[in-house]
């Protein structure tokens, strides 16, 4: 079969899986929303490649780039074929190449936890894969989803077949493509889809197996509410993150869905919520912030689905936020290039403090002010914020104002 090439692309066991964590300087630049497979998508990316780079992003999370049911790329089938509603292979291949040149890594984004069928099997559901590279029959299915595989070692994605991760045979398939869209096809990080779905342990393995340059892992479940008040505290909630990571290995980051949660409530007039009882930042970021990957919204939570949205009027205090603060800050491709030049402008300036200051995943937070409408710490020693209608500026003739928007300010010394 062509997709064994062997001479392609770099030597990925060369692959230092965790130096990229331990530097703690990336900033993620979610490349896609949920309509981008309308767009023709690699050809629009190409085109914005240096401004990426030029904005100092390290790496482009990208929507999924193998043959999918559904536009989106969220229905996977044949696994070895990227042509998709995103752009043909040899599109998807320009993109990478000159991401390459820019020296933006490529996010990948495995969506490994379900696949559809080609055949029907077990049952009369499509629960096999004749036909197609990766040809498993029904036992590759978890017993749960319609297969004769064994129980699935997590949650359920409802109506498509779940993939049997505790078969041996599907672990060593799966690593063998996961190696390839690494080694031939040129993508550096994966963006694990549905973490839920099945045990870390299994995420483990296919790191040490593809070794990605970084890996973050989508374990998106309810915050806790008292009916549709979100609760102060959210320990339990960021407890469930961190316990995953832990059984990764420590070796895959994860989306922070405990700060997005919280942030979106504080800015309305409630920042009181983003200091946790110890004093310290009150999500994943404030327990473990090399492993947390902040956001503000993604392709769910906002664009056209807006299951979970982060208030419109809020979101640069909300980049203002985790573009300075500890953890690892993720900007959304909506906010930085369709909510028009100057929120686009603003997040850039953001990053250019976070760089020129080298505030990283891991560097010291005092939290000086949590009132109802005023936020304000001291990050690294080297840079202080603000943001809320309350007045505050930092103590010292040191400090000088480096940017300042909708009820936000920064400053460093």
């Known amino acids: ?196 779905g099945y045990a870390p342990k299994y995420i483990k393995e296919y790191i040490e197996g593809a070794k990605p340059v970084f890996s973050v892992g989508e374990y998106w479940d309810s915050c806790n509410y008292d009916g549709s008040y979100l609760t102060y505290n959210q320990d339990s909630h960021r407890q469930r993150i961190i316990n995953w990571i832990d059984g990764t290995g420590q070796l895959s980051t994860a989306f922070d869905f405990t700060t997005k949660g919280i942030l979106q409530e504080a800015v309305k007039g409630e920042y009181w919520r983003l200091r946790d009882a110890q004093g310290k930042p009150p999500g994943v970021m404030g327990w473990w912030p090399s492993r947390a990957v902040t956001f503000i919204d993604n392709h769910d939570t906002g664009s056209t689905q807006a299951h979970w949205p982060f208030p419109g009027h809020h979101i640069m205090e909300g980049y203002a936020y985790i573009l300075t603060h500890p953890g690892i800050p993720t900007v959304f491709y909506d906010h930085f290039y369709d909510w028009g030049n100057s929120i686009h402008d603003q997040i850039v300036k953001l990053i250019q403090i976070r760089k020129q200051q080298d505030i990283t995943s891991r560097s010291s937070i005092r939290i000086l002010e949590a009132q109802p409408n005023l936020y304000s710490a001291i990050i690294g020693e080297k840079v202080s914020m603000k943001m809320g209608d309350g007045s505050w500026c930092p103590a010292g003739r040191e400090w000088k104002l480096a940017a300042c928007g909708h009820r936000y300010a920064v400053w460093h010394k």
């Open 1 to 196: 079969m062509g997709y064994q090439s062997k001479n392609e692309g770099e030597n990925i066991d060369q692959t230092d899986i965790g130096a990229t964590m331990r530097d703690g300087r990336e900033v993620l630049l979610q490349a896609f929303n949920w309509e981008s497979h309308k767009y023709n998508w690699w050809r629009n990316l190409e085109s914005k490649v240096p401004d990426i780079a030029i904005s100092g992003f390290t790496s482009a999370w990208l929507p999924p780039a193998t043959q999918s049911f559904a536009s989106e790329g969220y229905l996977p089938q044949n696994v070895y074929s990227l042509n998709s509603a995103y752009g043909s292979e040899h599109l998807l291949k320009a993109l990478l190449q000159k991401m390459k040149q820019h020296k933006v890594r490529a996010m990948a984004d495995i969506v490994i936890n379900h696949r559809v069928g080609t055949t029907r099997g077990h049952g009369g559901m499509y629960n096999r894969y004749d036909g197609i590279p990766l040809a498993w029959d029904e036992h590759a299915v978890t017993s749960c989803t319609g297969g004769l595989g064994n129980r699935s070692t997590g949650d359920n994605f409802h109506g498509v077949p779940n993939i049997d991760h505790t078969q041996p045979f599907v672990r060593k398939d799966l690593i063998g493509w996961l190696r390839w869209l690494r080694s031939t096809i040129g993508f550096q990080d994966f963006r694990f889809d549905f973490v839920r």
